[in-house]
């Protein structure tokens, strides 16, 4: 292991979506802030202790909303994650809400070696935005997207959320043409989950039946098609070039250190992950193991569960060169008895195609386990 992607979790939000299930807390004082970005900065150190052959090539901060640390506390951040893990030729993504003035973040930001934001736009449209809870408008999309080029960051990923209240097919097709009018280099278009520990949980709205959710699905990655995106991977399109590289390394089944209460690491053979607690976190408390599941870490399952999430899906060639040896033909044969509009089998590998990504939870245990 030479590199690593590095995750770093910042869990503070203004207020929460009423579908968030994501471990975030009110945004606390500006002490606070400071304390947590300094806690940080000093886990960073222990870590490049523990791992000091290593580099990093990519940096995400991912939250919660982390650029709500504001510019000097991430530019602080990404100095001491400089000093400790290299980031050269790094990709350094920011997550943002468009509903902030972040002209001063995102400055000092890029200034500091940012050069990707990705922005929680989830739709283009008032009335969803609304029914989503989001403080954000349309038009704050825009300015913060044009923010972002004005400071240097050329690299703009955008969300789309599907299946949500006031959604049509239409509107759906809509963000997507917009996201490109507005520059994005790379959008990511997944379905709302209603989780159950949610305000949405608790009191489901009305939603977008399963059939109308798929036929927006199909109609935002055939519209990104005409736009010139590819899809890589189920939930996300980009220009050539601009694939999510911190991404792409969970799917590639490559090592990552993730940094804050709840973020996830996998480093050899070991996942593990910090509390759902920050003040766990501020205490020092170290991660723990992540408990065992049916399908071990670094294991031939695990790696074609992850790879068929990929447009082009597990690979012969790929599967050979890490494992030593062929793809199980049983895969194969699995594989083939699976509608071909859904599935397919060559001589290349396995690959799912867009129709078999509405279904890929059902496609992947049929190939991998039955």
């Not at 207020?15 to 940080?40: G, N, T």
């Not at 523990?50 to 640390?69: H, K, M, N, Q, W």
């Amino acid at each position: 292991m030479n590199t690593v992607g590095l995750y770093i979790h910042v869990p503070f939000c203004v207020s929460k979506c009423p579908y968030c299930d994501f471990y975030s807390v009110a945004l606390p004082s500006d002490a606070m802030l400071d304390a947590y970005a300094a806690r940080v900065c000093d886990t960073l150190d222990v870590w490049a202790a523990r791992l000091p052959e290593v580099t990093a090539d990519t940096l995400y901060f991912g939250g919660g909303t982390p650029s709500l640390l504001g510019g000097e506390r991430l530019a602080a951040i990404l100095r001491r994650a400089r000093a400790r893990f290299g980031l050269s030729t790094a990709e350094i993504t920011l997550e943002a809400n468009p509903a902030d003035d972040l002209y001063d973040t995102l400055s000092a930001f890029a200034a500091e070696g940012g050069n990707r934001l990705s922005l929680g736009m989830q739709s283009i449209c008032a009335a969803e935005l609304t029914a989503l809870g989001r403080r954000h408008t349309p038009h704050d999309v825009a300015r913060t997207v044009a923010d972002a080029h004005r400071v240097g960051i050329n690299n703009v990923s955008l969300d789309i959320m599907l299946g949500v209240p006031e959604q049509t097919t239409d509107s759906a097709r809509h963000s997507a043409q917009q996201a490109a009018a507005l520059g994005a280099t790379h959008v990511s278009a997944y379905m709302l989950k209603i989780e159950p520990n949610t305000p949405f949980g608790r009191c489901t709205p009305s939603l977008p039946d399963e059939d109308a959710t798929a036929d927006a699905y199909l109609a935002v990655m055939d519209t990104l098609d005409t736009l010139g995106y590819h899809q890589y991977e189920i939930s996300n399109a980009a220009l050539i070039g601009r694939e999510s590289r911190h991404n792409l390394k969970y799917w590639h089944s490559e090592p990552y250190l993730g940094i804050g209460p709840a973020a996830s690491s996998c480093i050899g053979d070991r996942r593990f992950s910090y509390a759902r607690d920050i003040d766990a976190f501020m205490r020092g408390e170290e991660p723990t193991d992540e408990p065992c599941s049916a399908i071990a870490v670094g294991s031939p399952e695990e790696y074609a569960l992850l790879r068929l999430r990929l447009s082009e899906g597990v690979t012969a060639a790929d599967f050979a060169a890490r494992f030593g040896e062929p793809m199980p033909s049983v895969w194969f044969e699995r594989a083939r008895r699976l509608p071909k509009t859904l599935v397919c089998a060559d001589g290349n590998g396995i690959r799912l195609t867009r129709d078999g990504f509405l279904v890929s939870n059902t496609l992947i245990t049929h190939i991998l386990t039955k």
